[in-house]
């Protein structure tokens, strides 16, 4: 299962993960952004980017809850956390044991048994030897760079260090390791770290636990770590960091980097893919600038502000003198590395040729390379397709096109004459049952004014009073029609347009009927009168009363009268 999470309600497919993840592990899915587990290096970058927020990370802590309950429980915090909590390391502490831990350490401790792992291999090879602290970067070699393999670090991260160090030394004891990191969530479950971290968690998750529980950190007493480690072992999470802890010396050498960033990373394994450089030691984080900018922390600081509260943190004297023995513990650092590059299909040019006619792109002009659908060209996208991880209806202007389309044969087919003019009355379209009603020459409409065929009042009045008619009744002596239009104008577009309808026969239909009311009616009241005449005449004979029958026969006017209304 991916560890990044996508909820399907608020993915808009707007393509900008596809766009933005550089190891092109995201595949649109009927308009879904799914995470391709296989390619994923759990960079986090799609989590960060996403505007409507519909990629996350699968939810830890009600795991945590529960080791928290029924374990004793070491907290190993990732050496970013200065940059984080507005606190006190010693609040953090206390902080952290009122959740339930039973101690904490600083994963640098872990750092400084790799620090010393680095500085040896260094001596020892004579190839590049690539960093492996950042499991991103572990990931990226192993799927994506695979030929790399042999220059990656043959060793732990910091992180299992630390936890197999804890777990040397105490028995029974469960480690959770806090961190800005995603792709150390995954880090755990891998063969080579089995068993060390029970479970890990983001800085973002452990402030959410804190407002949860109604932790106030800043308002605590301060406690102590239980050890801690050498000071530059602290600056890990920064450029840098890993070099200055393992004493290697940099500066302008090109045979020591520091690289950080997925674009920079991939960049430089490639230059050394090429023999294009021949570096000694690459530090390399996948996340720019470093752990401090890892997608696990939210933060309004600048990365150099980061930068400079870890700097000043590890720089800080201990005040305490429980700093951990390296010496006194061994463990084994050693690690393998698995090829997990997926082969991927690869089309041929007809069949590339192919997928690109389907979204109208018959020759090398129609490929406009514009970027809309999260690729960088017509043809990366066409072999995505072929790959399963693209759609054809992710091109946008082939989509645009097939919706002006779709909204031509709409107006070329409707029953009603549709006239658009532009602001200065020209017309810009008139469709076929336009050209039925008032086109009576045959002549190309558009680009005329539209007086030339009806009265322009109502478009007008439209255009400058800023309003909608609707279904106005209106008689076109000139051919005979009475329609009903609604005219309403497109202020950003300075157009207006008008939807006309030939109500001719139904009007004069009402026209026939109205008349054969009003004879009918005129009938009734020579009938009426003539009735009330004899009636008047019966009852004078009889000696009755005819108001009964006038009253019946008023009525019977009435009705048809009101009825002719
Ligand atoms: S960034 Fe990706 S997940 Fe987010 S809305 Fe756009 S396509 Fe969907
Ligand atoms: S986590 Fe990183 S690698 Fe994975 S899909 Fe997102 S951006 Fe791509
Ligand atoms: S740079 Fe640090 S936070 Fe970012 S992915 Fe690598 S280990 Fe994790």
Not at 101 to 130: C, M, Q, W
Not at 219 to 233: H, I, M
Not at 430 to 445: C, G, Q, V
Request: charged share 30%; net charge negative.
């Amino acid at each position: 299962m991916s560890l990044i999470t996508l909820s399907e309600s608020e993915c808009k497919d707007c393509y900008r993960c596809v766009r933005d993840c550089s190891v092109k592990a995201i595949k649109i899915n009927n308009g879904q952004a799914e995470v391709v587990k296989e390619k994923c290096i759990n960079c986090g970058h799609c989590i960060e980017i996403c505007p409507q927020n519909a990629k996350g990370v699968t939810n830890h802590l009600e795991k945590l809850k529960r080791l928290l309950k029924e374990e004793k429980v070491i907290a190993s915090i990732a050496p970013s956390f200065p940059a984080v909590f507005d606190c006190s390391p010693g609040q953090l502490i206390t902080a952290l044991k009122n959740l339930g831990f039973h101690d904490v350490e600083e994963t640098s401790i872990g750092a400084e048994v790799i620090a010393r792992e680095y500085k040896k291999l260094l001596e020892l090879e004579n190839k590049p030897l690539i960093s492996a602290c950042c499991p991103a970067v572990v990931s990226l070699v192993e799927k994506h760079y695979p030929d790399l393999i042999p220059y990656l670090s043959p060793t732990i991260s910091p992180m299992i260090a630390h936890a197999k160090l804890i777990k040397e030394i105490s028995k029974d004891i469960k480690v959770v390791f806090i961190g800005p990191c995603i792709a150390k969530i995954k880090e755990i479950d891998w063969e080579s770290s089995k068993g060390a971290v029970d479970l890990a968690i983001t800085f973002d998750e452990l402030k959410g636990l804190f407002s949860l529980e109604g932790i106030d950190y800043q308002s605590l007493d301060e406690d102590q770590f239980r050890s801690v480690s050498g000071n530059w072992s602290k600056a890990f999470p920064v450029e840098n960091g890993v070099l200055k802890a393992a004493d290697i010396s940099f500066g302008l050498s090109t045979e020591i980097l520091s690289i950080s960033g997925l674009a920079e990373c991939m960049k430089t394994f490639e230059d050394i893919l090429n023999d294009d450089i021949s570096p000694k030691f690459i530090e390399a984080m996948v996340c720019s600038g470093g752990c401090i900018n890892g997608p696990g922390i939210t933060s309004e600081l600048s990365i150099n502000s980061r930068k400079e509260r870890i700097i000043r943190y590890a720089q800080k004297e201990d005040t305490i003198d429980n700093k951990f023995d390296m010496d006194k513990f061994k463990i084994d650092t050693s690690r393998e590395y698995l090829n997990c590059k997926i082969e991927e299909k690869i089309p041929t040019e007809n069949q590339i040729r192919l997928i690109l006619s389907q979204t109208g792109k018959f020759s090398d002009k129609d490929e406009l390379d514009c970027g809309g659908c999260g690729y960088n060209s017509c043809r990366e996208k066409a072999i995505a397709i072929y790959q399963g991880l693209a759609e054809l209806k992710m091109c946008i202007p082939y989509m645009k096109g097939k919706m002006e389309s779709l909204a031509d044969i709409i107006v070329e087919s409707s029953p009603n004459a549709i006239i658009v003019v532009g602001k200065d009355m020209t017309i810009q379209k008139f469709n076929p049952k336009a050209d039925e009603l008032f086109n009576r020459n045959d002549e190309i409409a558009i680009g005329h004014k539209l007086y030339r065929y009806i009265d322009p009042k109502d478009y007008l009045d439209a255009w400058f009073n800023k309003k909608s008619i609707s279904q106005k009744k209106v008689e076109y002596k000139q051919y005979n029609l009475i329609c009903e239009q609604s005219v309403f104008p497109l202020i950003d577009y300075e157009l207006v347009i008008g939807i006309i309808t030939d109500v001719t026969e139904r009007e004069n239909h009402n026209e026939r009927v109205a008349k054969m009311k009003e004879t009918t009616l005129e009938k009734a009241n020579q009938v009426i009168h003539k009735q009330m005449k004899v009636a008047q005449e019966i009852a004078g004979l009889l000696g009755e009363s005819t108001s009964e029958t006038k009253a019946i026969l008023y009525e019977v006017r009435q009705l048809m009268q009101e009825e002719e209304r």
